[in-house]
C-alpha cells in the first residue's frame, strides 16, 4: 500500500521534493508499510466509527439546538457516541501496535 505524503507534509517540509531541506526522509519514505487484509479491514472500521461518531454528535448538537432535547433521546444518542468512540478507540489502539494480534492486546 503506497502513502502519499498530505498536504501539511508538503508545506512542513517533509515532502519528497526537499529532503535535503529537513535533512532527513519524511516518514513514509523510511520503510514500506504492507497492511494485512484484516488491517485494511479494522481500518475501514474505524473510518466508519468515526463517520458514525459524527453523525450521532450531529444529531444530538442539532435536537438540542431546535429544542428537542428530550433527555431520554439525548442520553441514548450520547451512550452510543460514547460506546462507538471506546471501540474505535480500542480498535485503533490495535492498529498501532504493529506484530501484536488481538489476543497479546
Known amino acids: ?58 444529531m444530538a448538537l442539532n435536537r438540542y439546538k431546535r429544542g428537542d432535547a428530550d433527555p431520554q433521546v439525548q442520553e441514548s444518542l450520547c451512550e452510543k457516541i460514547r460506546r462507538k468512540a471506546i471501540k474505535t478507540r480500542r480498535l485503533a489502539n490495535k492498529l498501532s501496535r504493529p506484530g501484536k494480534t488481538g489476543s497479546e492486546v
Open 1 to 58: 500500500m503506497d502513502i502519499l505524503a498530505s498536504e501539511a507534509d508538503t508545506q512542513a517540509g517533509t515532502a519528497d521534493n526537499n529532503p535535503e531541506e529537513t535533512g532527513k526522509n519524511s516518514p513514509c519514505q523510511d520503510a514500506p508499510v504492507s497492511m494485512s487484509k484484516r488491517d485494511l479491514a479494522d481500518l475501514s472500521t474505524v473510518s466508519d466509527n468515526l463517520i458514525d461518531i459524527a453523525v450521532y454528535a450531529t
